[in-house]
């Protein structure tokens, strides 16, 4: 299994992400890719491989998944922010002001000329900083997937695309849960553009895709799965319900399988077979795995129990699929065993 890599993620690296009122050390940080690459040190499963895709062909992909003003808004975002107030310059960019888009008639179709409210239009969340080095980290992710996906067009069983910021928050037009670009739509919708005419996303991420949901909710074309702690109680707490199963054309083409937090891997597996059923049924014919460490019992934000050893059967699972699959490297936020248990999971499924 190739593994596309790109030094470039660590000039992401927030400080502070507000939560509960108050600003908190971000969970989302480079150390986490650096502990990937240590564990496939020591275990190695392929080639590590920088991606070099030009930038034309990189900004066509991105634009197949994402709206052309949010890239645009991406792209100039820090600048506007230090343009602000030089002193912006120190600290990050959040958001703190919202348009509540689906409620009270607020505005969404005018973009305003103020920056901060820019960030409110565009973010749903204040968990996500932004910063100088974001859109270049965001970028060269998005490579890694686009380059994975190519790796299994051209015959590949599997690619691992080691990349952060993860992806499976962000939405067509909005960044949030950590997430600007979401590189497992982008792997997704290159594979389908490659020539599999049905791809599914199996995200096993703790929190709902619901990024990822959003962008294929009314496409046939595209099954999107999720396994993840209930909406009703865990974030990102507005999407993720079992009773959101696609729309028009994409009825019946969206699948979400909630568990309660506690959930330990008897009924998340079982929730996984699940799940596997529903990619055999729709005719998959590649998959693509937005890959979640955050299921981990030792996880500082998350509610399932997990343990290292279990990585290794959701691996073997996935591998029965029998489907060329791409990986992304989504949440885990026990920074420490985030790489034992990301290459357990993938050496599970490369056995
Ligand atoms: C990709 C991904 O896993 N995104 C998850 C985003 C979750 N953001 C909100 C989590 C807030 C938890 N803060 C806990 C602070 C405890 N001191
Ligand atoms: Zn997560």
């Known amino acids: 299994m190739k593994i596309f890599h790109n030094p470039l993620h660590a000039q992401h ?39 070099a895709i030009p930038d034309a062909e990189l900004h066509a992909a991105m634009a197949r998944v994402h709206r052309a003003p949010y890239l645009d808004f991406l792209a100039r975002a820090w600048d506007a922010w230090v ?13 703190s002001v919202w ?3 689906s409620r009270h008639g607020f505005r969404t179709d005018v973009v305003p000329r103020n920056f901060a409210a820019q960030l409110g239009l565009y973010a749903f969340d204040a968990g996500t900083p932004l910063m100088a080095g974001t859109w270049a980290a965001a970028r ?28 499976h928050h962000a939405g067509p037009d909005y960044f949030g849960g950590y997430c600007f670009l979401n590189n497992a739509a982008i792997a ?15 995200d096993v991420d703790y929190h709902h895709g619901n990024g990822t949901q959003t962008i294929f909710y009314a496409r046939p074309d595209v099954l999107t799965v999720s396994i993840h702690g209930d909406p009703a109680t865990e974030y990102p707490f507005f999407l993720g319900h079992a009773d959101e199963r696609g729309a028009e054309a994409g009825a019946g083409c969206n699948l979400n399988l909630p568990l309660p937090r506690g959930t330990g891997f008897a009924t998340w597996r079982a929730a996984l077979d699940q799940a596997l059923n529903a990619v055999a049924r729709f005719g998959a014919t590649a998959l693509v ?16 129990q997990l343990h290292s050893a279990d990585y290794l059967a959701v691996g073997q699972a996935l591998a029965g699929a029998g489907l060329p699959t791409v990986f992304t490297f989504e949440g ?9 248990n990301a290459v357990n999971l993938l050496e599970g499924f490369a056995q």
């Open 99 to 101: 348009p509540l888009p």
């Open 13 to 51: 690296a927030g400080r502070q992400e507000m939560f509960r009122g108050r600003m908190v050390p971000c969970h989302e940080v480079p150390a986490r890719l650096d502990f990937v690459l240590a564990a496939l040190q020591s275990r190695p499963l392929g080639p590590l491989l920088a991606t």
């Open 140 to 167: 060269a992710g998005a490579g890694c997937a686009l380059a994975a996906a190519q790796d299994v067009l051209g015959g590949a069983r599997s690619a691992f695309a080691l990349s952060r910021p993860p992806g």
């Open 83 to 95: 343009a602000m107030d030089q002193a912006n310059a120190e600290r990050d960019a959040l958001p």
């Open 188 to 202: 997704a919708q290159a594979l389908r553009d490659g020539g599999h005419p049905r791809v599914a996303v199996l």
């Open 332 to 340: 885990g936020y026990a920074v420490a065993e985030v790489g034992t």
């Open 289 to 304: 795995v937005p890959m979640g460490l955050d299921t981990f019992a030792g996880d500082p934000i998350s509610g399932f």
